[in-house]
């Protein structure tokens, strides 16, 4: 027996027979709508060949992550958030950690956009470790983000804690599922319902593993339009704030389809340690990166020790041109 089968039918056509089969033995089936074709699974399976001409490619995979595998998909997927294709060349998506400013936002966001940024970031709700902490403008901060999007001509990226909320996220072109809530499965399902593109970060205590298995919970809703974010785990070393495992990233982009993005932001944990962890995670492969800029990082209401300032922004810009053709990229 293997873990999984995985039956990629043809045109998207449904295959009644095929369903009927498959769900005579002892398998659990599942039928998921991705990328304009009707993929099948089953599991537990006997990983024998199954004859039917709606079948157009069919196989097994042992691995614990299934659709988010290169195994049955083995060209790679663009995301488009909002007319920006992450998963061609690097996108960068830049703002502040948090929207927590109100003068000049639209002056900042054409800054960001000369300096190299693609999209636009900022955080409306915040997760944080103390309930006394700096939590966000919630709708008001979404407002004034979508100001910035509108002013720099660029699509925007906000984190969604509650599935209930996303009516505030109109206009949103990218969710972004934070560390706190990558194995929020509930949150997960909902918001891939919504259809918009996902950025699914890793959990802070999570495999690499548990980290692909959760971009599976979200294609399992017919959205495959998902771009994974290595932002740093909880370990033992202390020489940065959180560990950016460079190596997963490398690992990621030789397992998955989907596009790799990296936060080096957090891990760094102070500003001049952003850049070398972002221009690390490009050499490994990372097709986006988010990052935070603050136009005063040190007067930031969460996370100023680790924003940088646009000048840095647009270093780092012209820094990742200079590697990619170093590495020939």
């Known amino acids: ?35 304009g074709k ?8 006997s990983g024998q060949p199954v004859n039917n001409p709606d079948i157009e490619f069919q196989t097994s995979i042992d691995g614990d992550f299934i659709l988010s595998s290169m195994e049955w998909k083995m060209e790679r997927t663009i995301v488009d958030v909002g007319g920006v294709e992450v998963g061609e060349g690097v996108t960068i998506a830049a703002g502040p950690c948090s929207i927590d400013f109100t003068e000049g936002v639209e002056e900042f966001a ?63 072109d990218l969710l972004q599922i934070g560390s706190r809530n990558a194995q929020n499965f509930q949150l997960l399902r909902k918001v891939a319902r919504d259809g918009r593109p996902i950025l699914l970060k890793r959990g802070m205590g999570n495999t690499y593993t548990e980290w692909m298995a959760t971009a599976d919970y979200v294609m ?18 202390n020489a940065t704030r959180f ?23 957090h891990p760094a944990g102070r500003r001049d340690l952003v850049v070398p962890m972002a221009l690390s995670s490009v050499a490994a492969g990372a097709d986006m990166l988010l990052v935070e800029v603050h136009p005063n990082p040190d007067s930031a209401l969460s996370d100023e020790k680790q924003q940088i300032t646009v000048q840095d922004l647009e270093k780092l810009a012209n820094s990742v041109k200079s590697l990619r053709q170093a590495i020939k990229v």
């Open 1 to 35: 027996m293997v873990k999984y089968r995985v039956f990629v039918l043809k045109g998207g056509a449904d295959s009644p027979k095929l369903l009927e089969n498959l769900g005579n033995g002892t398998a659990s089936v599942k039928t998921v709508q991705l990328y």
């Open 38 to 45: 009707t993929v099948v699974l089953s599991w537990p399976d």
């Open 110 to 172: 054409k800054q960001l956009k000369h300096a190299g940024a693609n999209i636009i970031r900022g955080g409306a709700y915040k997760p944080r470790t103390s309930p006394f902490s700096f939590q966000g403008k919630g709708t008001d901060g979404l407002d004034i983000l979508r100001r910035m999007g509108d002013a720099a001509g660029l699509p925007i990226v906000s984190e969604i804690l509650d599935p209930d909320n996303i009516r505030n996220f109109n206009g949103v």
């Open 220 to 237: 399992g809703e017919g959205n495959g339009s998902v771009i994974l974010c290595e932002r740093g785990i909880r370990t033992f070393e």
């Open 243 to 265: 560990t950016l495992d460079v190596g997963s990233i490398a690992r990621a982009k030789n397992e998955s389809h989907l596009p790799i993005c990296a936060d080096p932001s």
